[in-house]
């Protein structure tokens, strides 16, 4: 058996640690010191590093966990991300088991550009590291490729299982809500989910992970054909009312929200 627990780091980061009682494998360590006293506090040595893209806030503590741990580094390859041991691409196949992390895990690489060219997804069953292509109740900004791209990225997560748990890569979930409210404000399941998330956010409780199900719940970059998303921004000057025109509008509006 396995755990996953979130490790804060930076401002609002989340660097999700996987283990047992004696080893864990950490996903996008964007500094070394929490991970090094979450290992140390928990008694575990480092076996993997996981990463889903090469931002700074991701790969930041990679360089120095490598010097008290020497272990492999999975992610996509790139000239940004000069820590990668093993490059992995769609439909490669990352087995944790390998690292003794317990029952074992077989992790399925999905590529999900859009936010970076370099952006993976790693999925397991009831599970999804996802970066930050898919946030609690938001998607990543579209820096490189196209917001085509990212749309496709985003309805290939949706398409996972409604009950498979979202582990992004910040705290973001509130100030994503208070767009998701401006969006839809007559939809009940974002009017709870902001209610809970106030709750979890007052005693500094992490609001991730989610699910896929919640996710296209309450998200408003999942959920481009709704009605009511649709006319708020029809009110805003939306003219062509295609999925990709709306997703396009909403991140065009969530950037300067």
């Known amino acids: ?19 047992n ?11 070394a010191a929490p991970v090094l006293a979450f290992l140390n506090t928990h008694g575990l040595q480092l076996d993997a590093i996981l990463c889903t893209h090469r931002h700074a806030d991701h790969i930041g503590g990679v360089a120095k966990l490598r010097e008290v741990y020497n272990v492999p580094v999975y992610g996509r390859q790139h000239p940004g991300n000069p820590h990668i041991s093993r490059d992995l691409r769609e ?26 060219d370099d952006h993976l997804a790693f999925v397991a069953p009831g599970m999804l590291f996802c970066g930050d292509v898919l946030f609690g109740a938001g ?19 949706a398409q996972l299982p409604g009950d498979t748990c979202v582990y992004s890569g910040h705290e973001y979930t509130a100030a994503n809500l ?13 009017q709870r989910r902001s209610e809970q998330v106030a709750q979890q956010r007052a005693i500094n409780l992490p609001t991730m992970p989610s699910s896929i ?14 009605p009511e ?17 709306v997703f396009t509008a909403l991140r065009e509006w969530r950037n300067d929200f």
């Open 229 to 245: 998303l649709i006319h708020t921004l029809q009110q805003r000057g939306l003219a062509d009312t295609d999925e990709l025109s």
């Open 213 to 226: 199900a919640l996710e296209k719940a309450t998200n408003p970059f999942l959920r481009c054909t709704q």
């Open 1 to 19: 058996m396995f755990d996953i627990t979130a490790i804060p780091a930076l401002r609002d980061n989340y660097i999700w640690a996987i283990h």
């Open 21 to 31: 009682n004696r080893y864990a494998a950490v996903v996008d360590p964007g500094e």
């Open 178 to 190: 208070r767009f998701a409210l401006a969006c839809e404000p007559h939809n009940p399941d974002i």
């Open 139 to 157: 998607c990543g900004r579209n820096f490189e490729g196209t917001l085509a791209q990212l749309h496709r990225s985003l309805q290939r997560l």
């Open 91 to 116: 439909g490669d196949r990352l087995e944790l088991n390998a690292f003794n992390i317990g029952a074992g895990i077989v992790f399925d690489i999905l590529e999900i550009p859009g936010h970076l």
